[in-house]
Nanobody, 123 residues
Framework: QVQLVESGGGSVQAGVSLRLSCVVS????????MAWFRQSPGTEREGVAV???????SYADSVKGRFTISKDYGKDTLYLQMNSLKPEDAAIYYC?????????????????WGQGTQVTVSS
């Protein structure tokens, strides 16, 4: 059974950094896209960053240069380093995994999701 468990959310002030973690267990495929999405009240879930099994990464324009996605293969953990946080970054952040690659942020292809971790950013 595949499980994704996020942690690291919190309430911070604008300008500071935060690192989210997502422990992935039971994932049976050698290829993957693993991504971070976020959703704030009244909005659709949006993709933030994705990393594929070949190491390639992609980011939403709104976070380029501020957020970094990475994966620790030894710990089976996905990370999202978020720097220079802005109030508009506040949302519930979800990690997701898919056995497909080159899917970007198409939620239809992500089979596995975590429960989410809340990030609040005050100005």
């Amino acid at each position: 059974q595949v499980q994704l468990v996020e942690s690291g959310g919190g309430s911070v002030q604008a300008g500071v950094s935060l690192r989210l973690s997502c422990v992935v267990s039971g994932y049976p495929y050698s290829s993957y896209s693993m991504a971070w999405f976020r959703q704030s009240p009244g909005t659709e879930r949006e993709g933030v960053a994705v990393i594929e099994s070949d190491g390639s990464t992609s980011y939403a324009d709104s976070v380029k240069g501020r957020f970094t996605i990475s994966k620790d293969y030894g710990k089976d953990t996905l990370y999202l380093q978020m720097n220079s946080l802005k109030p508009e970054d506040a949302a519930i952040y979800y990690c997701a995994a898919s056995p497909y690659i080159r899917i970007g942020f198409d939620t239809a292809f992500y089979n596995y999701w975590g429960q989410g971790t809340q990030v609040t950013v005050s100005s």
